[in-house]
T-cell receptor, first 111, second 115 residues
């Protein structure tokens, strides 16, 4: 089974500031996908961003960007210009034939 | 925008009782997934359907859990009998198909509490 590790149980950020969430994974595959999902309190999980392992360019979606380091098996998420609506649990996930999730990082945004 | 529907949203039951959860995926999505999410943890795949066929149920506790997707559309997950350790959020997700490229869309989940 693939292992996804999120070493930060909680992160706090001031509104309009930047926060970076860490994720590492373990795999022997060369072709796979990585995702960040957001799960707001009492709301459904939604996709934030995804990265194809064969692409060297880091994915970006508006204020969300990733730093994908394939050799280091690292996949961090940067949230820029943090907004109150960004408060949620964030899950890193690895996909080759199924999604394997990390334990999550709770992000709180201070007004 | 189309969404994955789940019901009920909340369920409280006593141990040894039977419970059932329902999921209606986004129209046209061939692949359907059931996940279990224990509080404070990430979701774990229980079962995956491609149309009406099970393609992965390796993590499904088959002595008490069952899942079906008879017509390849909506799906039911059943637990009989429920145990205290089954208390969790049960998430349903769907995707167009099972290839890498397809994003999984999640429903709001059913939160189960077993007393």
């Amino acid at each position: 089974a693939q292992t996804v590790t999120q070493s930060q149980p909680e992160m706090s950020v001031q509104e309009a500031e930047t926060v970076t969430l860490s994720c590492t994974y373990d795999t022997s595959e060369s072709d796979y996908y990585l995702f960040w999902y957001k799960q707001p309190p009492s709301r459904q999980m939604i996709l934030v961003i995804r990265q194809e392992a064969y692409k060297q360019q880091n994915a970006t979606e508006n204020r969300f960007s990733v730093n994908f380091q394939k050799a280091a098996k690292s996949f961090s998420l940067k949230i820029s210009d943090s907004q109150l609506g960004d408060a949620a649990m964030y899950f890193c996930a690895y996909y080759d034939y199924k999604l394997s999730f990390g334990a999550g990082t709770t992000v709180t945004v201070r007004a | 925008e189309a969404e994955v529907a789940q019901s009920p949203r909340y369920k409280i039951t006593e141990k040894s009782q039977a419970v059932a959860f329902w999921c209606d995926p986004i129209s046209g999505h061939a692949t359907l997934y059931w996940y279990r999410q224990i509080l404070g943890q990430g979701p774990e795949l229980l079962v995956q359907f491609q149309d009406e066929s099970v393609v992965d149920d390796s993590q499904l506790p088959k002595d008490r859990f069952s899942a079906e997707r008879l017509k390849g559309v909506d799906s039911t997950l059943k637990i009989q009998p429920a145990e205290l350790g089954d208390s969790a959020m049960y998430l349903c997700a769907s995707s167009l198909d099972r290839t890498y490229q397809e994003t999984q869309y999640f429903g709001p989940g059913t939160r189960l509490l077993v007393l």
